[in-house]
């Protein structure tokens, strides 16, 4: 199964993504629109990358567009701190991963925001994209108990692990692709492979999410 992200960080979480499901036949395109962490990680784990270095939102994705289109991939998930167009969207199934409950705490600020207005609950969405800001249909969501009094460093910590558990239910959905829809809850029936390694991840950050 061809699959691609578009990254302009890190690339953290994607790389846990890429780790769990990596016997599964998943065939990763990174692309970014930068240097960023995200092509050092391409190469770990032997993903191809793809840069595309164009500031203008529509000509990007038009040039995104294409590029898919050449490698056959159909189905894109974001961890991108740029808007794209309908260019793209319009073009392959496009997702994105936001770290709040929508339609709570929308924008680039997800987790900060959310930390600032003493939230209790932290949470995570992976969603459709479309032309609103973080406004495309659902397709999961989760939560998880948050303390104001926390640093901020343990909130953008869950919200990572969050980040990993939705880019996990993505490929599930993607390589199941006749399965029913993923319902909007924490059941969304990842392979115990994926959640046992997902376990082993959150003992390693020492937090629990799911």
């Given at each position: ?53 164009e500031r ?129 809850n924490a ?19 020492g937090e629990?999410?799911?």
């Amino acid at each position: 199964m061809k699959l691609a992200v578009l990254v302009s960080s890190g690339g953290a979480a994607f790389e846990q993504v890429a780790r769990i499901v990596r016997h599964d036949g998943v065939d990763f395109t990174v692309i970014t629109d930068r240097g960023c962490g995200a092509e050092v990680v391409a190469g770990r784990v032997n993903a191809k990358h793809i840069r595309i270095e164009e500031r203008d939102r529509k000509l990007f994705s038009t040039k995104v567009a294409a590029a898919l289109q050449d490698l056959r991939v159909n189905n894109i998930l974001l961890f991108f701190d740029r808007l794209v167009s309908s260019e793209l969207f319009d073009s392959v199934d496009t997702f994105n991963i936001h770290p709040a409950a929508l339609p709570a705490f929308k924008g680039l600020r997800g987790v900060e925001d959310a930390y600032e207005a003493k939230a209790r609950l932290l949470g995570c969405s992976l969603h459709r994209v479309d032309q609103s800001v973080d406004g495309g249909e659902l397709v999961s969501q989760i939560a998880c108990g948050a303390d104001p009094q926390w640093p901020l460093s343990r909130w953008q910590k869950r919200a990572y692990l969050m980040k990993v558990y939705c880019g996990l239910v993505w490929v599930n959905q993607a390589i199941h692709i006749e399965a029913p829809d993923t319902p909007v809850n924490a059941s969304h029936g990842l392979p115990e492979g994926w959640m046992a390694s997902f376990r082993e991840l959150q003992a390693l950050e020492g937090e629990t999410v799911v």
